[in-house]
């Protein structure tokens, strides 16, 4: 059974690969107005990148380690790949005037050193992927699984998810009409403190809410299946990681 986190990350990584295509088919639609539209596709793209690079970490300390060596190995073998190909003509290493014997001889040398580093980097790589992973998560934990499952099969009216309890910030979960309601209430108690700002307001907004009045938000959704609950991790974490880390 996949944990949140890896729902999180495979919904995330969808989202990713949804944005690199809608920016391949702007990009073709050189003189219309899709083409302009690319820019705040790339901004959003490299937004869930950040984000992925973060769950990421949180499931694998090493992640970041083992994604430098993985840039190393990819650019070693982009070399190799080239000196192959154009031989003498690679690059200005090799003087016009030198004899051919020379150039070879320089070639074989350059290689030999790109192929050991290579054979280091991969090792390395391996070592890493052979450590056991330490989580200081427990990914295992499916409490919100189980209590939006009560929810939705209505053994529970309603429950909150408090998100900050020193300010007094949570979101309030109720079932009605075969739609999961989620409110944020007292909106303006906390903008009036500055617990939260008029900015993240407006996101919470591009991410589903709506402001019904001057101090709730809401968000609705359709249950009809697993999907539509993994669409509200989903939004969890989107709360978390887009609207209130700070980047």
């Given at each position: ?23 391949q ?10 083409y ?17 690079d ?15 060596i993985?840039?190393?190995?990819s ?16 690059k ?23 192929n050991?580093?290579?054979?280091d ?13 330490e ?38 979960f ?16 906390m903008?009036?403190?500055h ?19 001057s ?8 249950i ?24």
């Amino acid at each position: 059974m996949e944990n949140d986190l890896d729902i999180c990350i495979a919904l995330y990584e969808h989202e990713k690969s949804q944005l690199e295509s809608m920016i391949q088919e702007c990009l073709i639609d050189v003189e219309g107005p899709d083409y302009l539209s690319a820019h705040y596709h790339q901004q959003a793209l490299f937004k869930t990148n950040r984000i992925l690079d973060k769950l990421y970490k949180i499931k694998d300390p090493l992640y970041s380690q083992k994604k430098s060596i993985q840039r190393q190995i990819s650019i070693i073998e982009t070399r190799i790949e080239e000196l192959k190909k154009n031989g003498s003509n690679y690059k200005s290493h090799i003087k016009i005037r030198d004899s051919e014997e020379v150039k070879q001889k320089w070639l074989n040398q350059y290689l030999n050193i790109l192929n050991q580093n290579l054979n280091d980097l991969i090792k390395k790589l391996d070592q890493l992927h052979k450590q056991p992973i330490e989580n200081t998560l427990n990914l295992e934990n499916q409490v919100l699984t189980n209590i939006l499952d009560d929810l939705t099969a209505k053994r529970i009216s309603q429950f909150k998810l408090i998100l900050n309890r020193s300010i007094n910030f949570y979101l309030q979960f109720f079932y009605k009409k075969n739609h999961v309601n989620i409110i944020i209430p007292n909106i303006k108690f906390m903008l009036k403190n500055h617990h939260i700002w008029k900015s993240q307001i407006e996101h919470f907004q591009k991410i589903g809410f709506i402001q019904v009045n001057s101090n709730r938000l809401l968000y609705t959704l359709k249950i009809s299946n697993i999907e539509n609950l993994n669409k509200i991790k989903l939004l969890l974490t989107k709360i978390i990681y887009e609207v209130f880390v700070d980047d």
